[in-house]
């Protein structure tokens, strides 16, 4: 069944779950407002402006989605992972475990040694000494970047599910923020459009806002979480693909 979405939509399995998803959860929050505001200014007036109201906001999220999703996803690196890790990237969770001064994780400094080595071995790179890395920090950080791409290449060549399948999480986490930073603000333009015309202030818009932003501040965390999830599980993936052949 998801295969034949796939095709469908002409999306791999990542563009699906960890752009597509997040973009249909806000483009239907967003729907439901909009009705919700639209509604009561088309009744008692003629038959198809009700259904218009119904319409045009579900027609808009259908023949939109494919452009907004890529917005969203643009959104999502431009506010969350610019503010928490920084424009250059090298404060990634994946950046900051090969680091020896890094102690925040559940990565070994034995596991740590040995994907060192492999790196070494493999691709000829050196991550920096624990004193190099005091000394030199954003330095160290940018090697320890270049590497996280070779480790990302051949776990992904290796066809590893579960590293797939903790990126898509991450992902999913993370667009949807980048969706809640355009569909929020439009949310509470059409609370104010409600309350203006009819002075009530709790109303299904209302609720809708209150569960909507209960559920940013709920992702925000575990969107911080998946990302830490995802860079052991890719770290610790990479030093079993080559522990094992050893």
């Not at 009744?43 to 259904?51: A, G, H, K, L, Q």
């Not at 920084?86 to 890094?102: A, C, E, I």
């Not at 060192?116 to 790179?125: A, F, S």
Request: aromatic content about 10%; some cysteine; glycine content about 4%.
């Amino acid at each position: 069944m998801i295969g034949k979405i796939e095709k469908l939509l002409k999306m791999d399995d990542y563009d699906l779950e960890a752009v597509f998803t997040p973009a249909i959860v806000n483009m239907l929050i967003l729907d439901i407002v909009f009705t919700c505001t639209l509604l009561p200014i088309a009744e008692n007036t003629s038959w198809w402006r009700p259904v218009l109201a119904i319409a045009a906001p579900l027609a808009a999220a259908v023949v939109l989605t494919r452009f907004v999703m890529h917005i969203f996803r643009g959104v999502s690196r431009m506010f969350f992972e610019d503010t928490l890790y920084r424009k250059d990237r090298l404060r990634f969770p994946t950046t900051s475990m090969l680091l020896l001064g890094d102690n925040r994780t559940s990565v070994s400094k034995m596991m740590k040694n040995r994907v060192r080595e492999n790196l070494k071995t493999l691709y000829n790179i050196t991550l920096p000494t624990k004193a190099k890395e005091d000394a030199e920090e954003m330095e160290a950080r940018r090697t320890a970047k270049d590497a996280v791409y070779y480790i990302r290449k051949a776990v992904a060549d290796s066809g590893d599910t579960m590293t797939r399948r903790k990126l898509k999480r991450y992902g999913m986490f993370r667009n949807f923020l980048g969706g809640a930073v355009i569909c929020l603000p439009l949310s509470v333009a059409c609370w104010f459009i409600d309350f203006s015309r009819t002075g009530v202030s709790i109303s299904i818009i209302h609720i809708a806002l209150i569960l909507y932003l209960i559920l940013v501040v709920i992702d925000f965390f575990i969107t911080k979480s998946a990302a830490v999830d995802y860079a052991e599980t890719l770290i610790t993936t990479f030093d079993k693909l080559n522990h094992d052949e050893a």
